[in-house]
């Protein structure tokens, strides 16, 4: 691994558990969890992982402010509150979204870590970030950019060692991975992970968000940042080629539908497991679909990589709610 030393943020390992029940209504291959909802930081979620990287990295470079974006209920924007919170740092988030009249879920969490709302409208990707970055150093300050979801090559250093930590809990060997792909540093930390540490299971990401990065088309800027992912690793490694599922974007990032909230259900019905309305449940809904599909082989056990979420639960309860 490269050398930045990383802050301890997450409980790890996160578990690794059979769900008897789910597989059983579904009637297909054994469904196993990893459970990176319980991280253990501020309600857990797959953010941790990368913030161990990026903040170790923001302390080395000796930064005092953390600078971030998301949606108004971004996960990552909650798990990097807490996470400046807990080293001393201040934390600026740049959200995107008018000032809301209900402040509920993830946006009371980021304020009860004392992050600094900032409000960008329709920019919920961080467009605005490098302007307050320049005028927090204008200020005096030592500010330190994360990018939209923690994920650069450094943040998905996370992910590479939670192939690791998966290979070392000696679970089955899984056909599959399913999780939820958007910002693409845990995809791109798994496929390096994969490589570097020789695990046999497809890596295969749900994609959750219609619309491309800035940069260029979604399933290309995450072969990039996985080749860059690759390069701070020593030796390099050759990874697999993205594997991205594009079929259950429905009604586009943060929409909750049909699909959506009967996953959901479900996985609360048989294992008492919540999932999120806009990553997880989507993900989740996607791996339902491909097993009652016959996808998968059903001698082989699937994964399902849970990256957390269930704060924004509250924030969809009028569609959640019987
Ligand atoms: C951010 C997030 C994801 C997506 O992870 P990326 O690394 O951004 O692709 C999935 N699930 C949840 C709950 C998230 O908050």
């Known amino acids: 691994m490269p050398n930045i030393d990383k802050v301890s943020l997450a409980h790890l390992p996160t578990p690794l558990e059979f769900l008897p029940r789910l597989t059983e209504a579904l009637g297909g291959p054994d469904i196993w969890i990893k459970r990176d909802d319980q991280t253990g930081l501020a309600l857990g979620g797959n953010k941790t992982r990368k913030l161990e990287y990026l903040l170790g990295d923001a302390l080395t470079s000796g930064a005092d402010t953390i600078v971030t974006a998301g949606a108004i209920q971004s996960n990552h924007c909650r798990q990097t509150a807490a996470a400046a919170a807990k080293l001393g740092l201040d934390c600026h988030l740049v959200l995107g979204s008018e000032p809301p009249d209900t402040v509920t879920g993830n946006l009371l969490l980021d304020q009860l870590f004392g992050a600094k709302l900032h409000w960008a409208g329709r920019e919920r990707r961080g467009e605005p970030l490098s302007e307050l970055v320049s005028e927090l150093k204008a200020q005096g300050r030592s500010p330190y950019l994360v990018p939209y979801g923690g994920s650069n090559p450094i943040g998905a250093l996370g992910y590479v060692e939670a192939i690791k930590e998966l290979k070392q809990q000696n679970g089955p060997e899984f056909s599959h991975i399913l999780f939820a792909s958007c910002s693409g540093g845990t995809h791109a930390g798994m496929l390096a992970g994969q490589a570097k540490y020789g695990l046999n299971s497809k890596i295969l990401g749900i994609r959750i968000d219609k619309q491309d990065p800035m940069d260029g088309p979604y399933e290309q800027q995450l072969t990039k940042l996985t080749q860059q992912t690759t390069r701070l690793l020593t030796p390099e490694v050759t990874t697999d080629k993205v594997q991205l599922n594009n079929d259950y974007m429905a009604g586009g990032y943060a929409v909750l539908g049909q699909q959506e909230v009967e996953a959901i259900q479900m996985l609360a019905r048989t294992e008492g ?22 996808f998968f082989d059903s001698d082989k056990p699937v994964l399902f990589w849970h990256t957390g979420g269930s704060p924004a639960l509250f924030a969809y309860h009028q569609q959640l709610s019987a």
């Open 273 to 294: 497991i919540l999932l999120d309305p806009v990553y997880s449940g989507r993900a989740f809904a996607g791996l339902v679909d491909l097993v009652q599909q016959g």
